[in-house]
Nanobody
Framework: VQLVESGGGLVQPGGSLRLSCTGS????????MGWARQVPGKGLEWVSG???????WYTYSVKGRFTISRDNAKNTVYLQMNSLEPEDTAVYYC???????????????????WGQGTQVTVSS
């Protein structure tokens, strides 16, 4: 399994970014895909997830600002991030799992497969 993220960068507060994660080595359409983020010195925070059936989940702090979607034909999951805040600054990771039940309540690197991460910096 390989996951490759892209799309991070520097953006001003209030701006937008779209992250992409392309998977290979597994049947992408059958797998839940999630995004988590980490600030140096702090714990991993799960941000959003999308199940194989398209149902989505968001942590409270990003609801209404972030949108997760998937394109199974391209083996790619996206995270559209709008109204970005300095508190959104982190390394963002894409992840999937062979047998994930729910994104709700996930703690730490509890899933099987991870990308290398992409830096998102929100600053003026």
């Amino acid at each position: 399994v390989q996951l490759v993220e892209s799309g991070g960068g520097l953006v001003q507060p209030g701006g937008s970014l779209r992250l992409s994660c392309t998977g290979s080595g597994f049947t992408f359409s059958n797998y839940p895909m999630g995004w988590a983020r980490q600030v140096p010195g702090k714990g991993l925070e799960w941000v959003s997830g999308i199940y194989a059936d398209g149902i989505t989940w968001y942590t409270y702090s990003v609801k209404g600002r972030f949108t997760i979607s998937r394109d199974n034909a391209k083996n790619t999951v996206y995270l559209q991030m709008n109204s970005l805040e300095p508190e959104d600054t982190a390394v963002y990771y894409c992840s999937t799992d062979d047998s994930l039940g729910s994104f709700e309540g996930l703690r730490g690197k509890a899933t099987d497969y991870w990308g290398q991460g992409t830096q998102v910096t929100v600053s003026s």
